[in-house]
T-cell receptor, first 109, second 112 residues
Framework: TQLLEQSPQFLSIQEGENLTVYCNSS?????LQWYRQEPGEGPVLLVT?????EVKKLKRLTFQFGDARKDSSLHITAAQTGDTGLYLC?????????FGSGTKLNVKP | DVKVTQSSRYLVKRTGEKVFLECVQD?????MFWYRQDPGLGLRLIYF???????EKGDIPEGYSVSREKKERFSLILESASTNQTSMYLC???????????FGSGTRLTVV
C-alpha cells in the first residue's frame, strides 16, 4: 500500500479543458510537494505547500493543501499540450520522502 | 543553472556484473538520494545520505550499496547485477529544511 495515493492514474483530455488531480493519505504531513516529469527526464519541482488550507498558483496551475494536511490537489486551467507528463506528489515522514505513483496526463491537440 | 548530473543516460550490463552509477551535484546540498522508478510502482528510495561518509538505507536497499566520499558525489553500486534491477535510476539532492528535490535526468539501466 502506497503512503500517498494519487488519482486518477491516467487522464487523457483535449487541449483547453480543465482538470484536477488528487494526492491523498491517512497521514499528516509537515509539507507536500508536486513535481512534473516528462518522458526520459527526472521530475522537476513545481511547488511546495506547507500550511493547511494553503493555495498556491503557478500560471494556470493551482495547488491546494488540505486543511488537515493529509491531502492535496492540483488543478490545471485550460490545459495545453505542454502540460503532458507525469505529475507526482511527495511528502516527508520521519525525514524520509515518499512519492505517490503519479498521474499520467496526456493533453491532445 | 543548478544541476544534478548522472554519468550515463543509458546502460546495458550483463547479469553478475558490478555496476557503478555516478551522480554529482553542484549546489552544495547536504542530502543526496538514489531512487528507482518502475511502471506502476512509482519512485522507491534505495539509499540516501545526509552528510559525507554517511548513508542510510531506504525502502529497497537489497542488492545495492552506496558511497559518498565527497559532498558533491553520491555513487550507487550494484554488487552483482540481476535482471530484476533493470529500471530507471534517479539521483536527487536537497537542502536541509522544507525544500524540494533537484533530480538528475536519470539512468536507464538494462541488465541482460
Amino acid at each position: 500500500t502506497q503512503l500517498l495515493e494519487q488519482s486518477p492514474q491516467f487522464l487523457s483530455i483535449q487541449e483547453g479543458e480543465n482538470l484536477t488531480v488528487y494526492c491523498n493519505s491517512s497521514s499528516v504531513f509537515s509539507s507536500l510537494q508536486w513535481y512534473r516529469q516528462e518522458p526520459g527526464e527526472g521530475p522537476v519541482l513545481l511547488v511546495t505547500v506547507v500550511t493547511g488550507g494553503e493555495v498556491k498558483k503557478l500560471k494556470r496551475l493551482t495547488f491546494q493543501f488540505g486543511d488537515a494536511r493529509k491531502d492535496s490537489s492540483l488543478h490545471i486551467t485550460a490545459a495545453q499540450t505542454g502540460d503532458t507528463g507525469l505529475y507526482l506528489c511527495a511528502a516527508a515522514v520521519a525525514n524520509k520522502f515518499y512519492f505517490g505513483s503519479g498521474t499520467k496526463l496526456n493533453v491532445k491537440p | 543553472d543548478v544541476k544534478v548530473t548522472q554519468s550515463s543516460r543509458y546502460l546495458v550490463k550483463r547479469t553478475g556484473e558490478k555496476v557503478f552509477l555516478e551522480c554529482v551535484q553542484d549546489m552544495d546540498h547536504e542530502n543526496m538520494f538514489w531512487y528507482r522508478q518502475d511502471p506502476g510502482l512509482g519512485l522507491r528510495l534505495i539509499y540516501f545520505s545526509y552528510d559525507v561518509k554517511m548513508k542510510e538505507k531506504g525502502d529497497i536497499p537489497e542488492g545495492y550499496s552506496v558511497s559518498r566520499e565527497k559532498k558533491e558525489r553520491f555513487s550507487l553500486i550494484l554488487e552483482s547485477a540481476s535482471t530484476n534491477q533493470t529500471s530507471m535510476y534517479l539521483c536527487a539532492s536537497r537542502r536541509d529544511g522544507n525544500y524540494g528535490y533537484t533530480f538528475g535526468s536519470g539512468t536507464r539501466l538494462t541488465v541482460v
